[in-house]
């Protein structure tokens, strides 16, 4: 009756690189598929992880060196077809992260992907990953999601940047800056501005302490 | 290294009974909780599912006799402390269906409770029905998604209602008109009224067939 199942964990880890929406791959250790790039992964383990989401960390850490500001569940994929192994379990996540921090990290083995140039992953990686995408594109036009993928300090233009990233679209500045007023997540850094080349210096923000590893929503979408 | 893991399904089966958002219960038949009432569930079977959607779809006709219009993944509940057998993993499933359909297979051991009237369930349940009524009040406010619980045949008066049990607040009669126009989702049966108490008779509709299973998405919300 009780049968039981491999179970895995697989992280969509996004991060903007040269204004494009990225995905950080690693090297497959072991087999099925060893020495490929694939979606940092590895088994739950009963003894070590409390729940999902605690494996998600431990094994992102151990996989990128980062433990990132943002992670959610995004949904699982599973069955008879997926893994070479067998019936299969992934549950997967989805984490943003800035990528100073994986620059900072230097993890051996891992790099970083445009989601646009992927070529065709081992398991159905390829699906995971379209499934994170979605997500954060829907997630972007209604709430303060890609905030995570800023780093600490950013301007608004660099900000406005990051959403076109996520939405694949240019959006109107004075909307943009509106509806940030509106989510009211974001505090200036008094006294810091940057240089903007031929513009005035623009401020500097921050999320505010209480958003750091939280969403909020729009009333309306962007 | 690859630990195998109890891996369960739960569906939350969402109905509107009495005007009220309602969610179908079994009688456990075995340990742990033997004969209270919890979600429909069971174990994924290698042999017999070829995924967890099939698991799902098999484990919800065994225990409730029916197989629903619409059955969408919720997500995943595991962790060492929801399950006294150790650690699982519980792919929870959201399923909506017109309460007809649940009178007429007339299951033993079902029923049907309010989901603002439900008592503390085994295991996590309590959580997991929640996270379905979030999900399906957010995706009543921009969606199709509700028109799922109204059967074969309905008026515009009776699935207002029914969004309004999904909303938990009364809407407007004209808006909520104007935007099931826009979604383009509804057909007229040509020739079919009801009787409308003291109103003139109102027009029967039936969902358009490429939504039967399906979601359209509107562009504001409701």
Not at 99 to 104: D, F
Not at 189 to 213: D, M, S, W
């Amino acid at each position: 009756m009780s049968e039981r199942m491999i179970a895995t964990i697989d992280v969509v880890l996004l991060t903007i690189q040269q204004q494009q929406l990225s995905v950080a791959l690693t090297k497959r250790e072991h087999e099925p598929y060893a020495g490929l790039d694939a979606l940092p992964g590895g088994y739950i383990q009963a003894d070590a992880d409390r729940d999902s989401l605690d494996a998600a960390l431990r094994i992102l850490h151990r996989k990128t060196g980062v433990t990132p500001p943002y992670l959610e569940q995004l949904r699982t994929f599973d069955g008879c077809a997926r893994d070479p192994r067998g019936w299969s379990i992934s549950i997967a996540y989805f984490a943003l992260v800035d990528a100073e921090l994986l620059l900072q990290a230097n993890h051996p083995g891992l790099s970083i992907c445009p989601v646009d140039a992927l070529r065709r992953l081992p398991f159905d990686h390829n699906d995971i990953i379209d499934a994170a995408v979605e997500r954060i594109r829907n997630k972007s036009q209604y709430s303060s999601l890609p905030c995570h993928l800023a780093g600490e300090r950013f301007t608004l233009p660099n900000l406005q940047k990051i959403y076109e990233a996520c939405l694949g679209e240019k959006l109107n500045k004075v909307s943009f800056r509106r509806k940030m007023d509106e989510l009211g997540v974001l505090e200036e850094i008094a006294g810091q501005t940057e240089a903007g080349g031929a513009h005035r210096p623009a401020q500097v923000y921050r999320l505010k302490a209480e958003f750091a590893n939280a969403l909020k929503l729009l009333q309306r979408g962007l």
